[in-house]
């Protein structure tokens, strides 16, 4: 089976030292590459030498809403700059997006709606963090009129606000959390969506699936997402595997044939 991790922080500390080997021992296990989304300004030159140090790694450029605060206005323009440039390896703009948990919602909205305009300006997917915000999130690209492609990463919540968001033509990113038995209204919300709006990723080092200690996530762990995703759904990974790496090749604008093997 072949997959992708769409939203993998491999450029943090965590993987310092063992890249190549976590690269090669994911691959053995189908895992044909990754996606490192940008969070702030000050990380972008390290995520971009990251992803260009390797054929199996792209990446995104976004300022996340944890870090609104040590931005500003020019950051915003940079970041198109950036993006206009087409850098060869760059599928998207973000991580960006709101959290109810971390900071304010009023603080985080402009800076996530102003990227939101740089994403559809430039045609580019967007890749968003919410946290206890889908409702937010769903009303935010719907004044905007979005109609391009888009990960709501990481998804946590209700089926009503997972269909919302794919009316919009949203994909919705299936993380480690669903590997947890207590989380049951995710859980359910997976195994009732269509699968072709349903994206693999770790979020690594983060987003631990069960039995796994707290920031050690890696993109070796991805075929177990793929396989609690099967059992939720009542059927083998083999079945569902090639749609998943459709779609995430949909969202990034990929042709298959293009992959790493």
């Known amino acids: 089976m072949r997959m992708i991790d769409a939203h993998c922080h491999f450029d943090f500390p965590r993987f310092d030292g063992g890249r190549a080997k976590a690269l090669a021992d994911a691959r053995a296990l189908g895992v044909l590459g990754a996606v490192i989304p940008g969070v702030r300004r000050p990380d972008w030159s390290r995520v971009r030498q990251v992803a260009d140090a390797h054929r199996e790694l792209w990446y995104c450029l976004g300022i996340?809403?944890?870090?609104?605060?040590?931005?500003?206005?020019?950051?915003?323009?940079?970041?198109?700059?950036?993006?206009?440039?087409?850098?060869?390896?760059?599928?998207?703009?973000?991580?960006?997006?709101?959290?109810?948990?971390?900071?304010?919602?009023?603080?985080?909205?402009?800076?996530?709606?102003?990227?939101?305009?740089?994403?559809a300006r430039l045609n580019l997917p967007l890749i968003v963090h919410s946290v206890k915000a889908h409702d937010e999130v769903h009303a935010t690209l719907r004044r905007a009129n979005w109609s391009g492609r888009a990960l709501i990463h990481g998804f946590s919540g209700s089926y009503q606000q997972a269909a919302k968001l794919v009316d919009l033509g949203c994909y919705i990113g299936i993380?480690?959390?669903?590997?947890?038995?207590?989380?049951?209204?995710?859980?359910?919300?997976?195994?009732?969506?269509p699968v072709d709006c349903l994206v693999l990723e770790t979020d690594a080092p983060d987003m631990a699936p069960a039995g796994v200690e707290p920031g050690q996530n890696s993109p070796v762990y991805l075929p177990r997402i793929l396989d609690d995703l099967a059992m939720l759904r009542g059927v083998d990974a083999s079945a569902i595997a090639p749609q998943l790496l459709a779609n995430v090749c949909s969202l990034y604008g990929w042709s298959e044939d293009d992959l790493p093997e």
């Open 64 to 119: 996340h809403p944890w870090f609104v605060g040590e931005h500003r206005d020019e950051d915003l323009q940079a970041l198109e700059d950036q993006l206009s440039a087409r850098p060869e390896r760059c599928v998207g703009l973000g991580e960006c997006g709101l959290d109810r948990l971390h900071g304010t919602l009023d603080q985080q909205q402009p800076w996530f709606e102003r990227q939101v305009a740089i994403a």
């Open 175 to 193: 993380g480690g959390v669903i590997t947890h038995d207590r989380a049951r209204k995710t859980r359910d919300t997976v195994a009732r969506l």
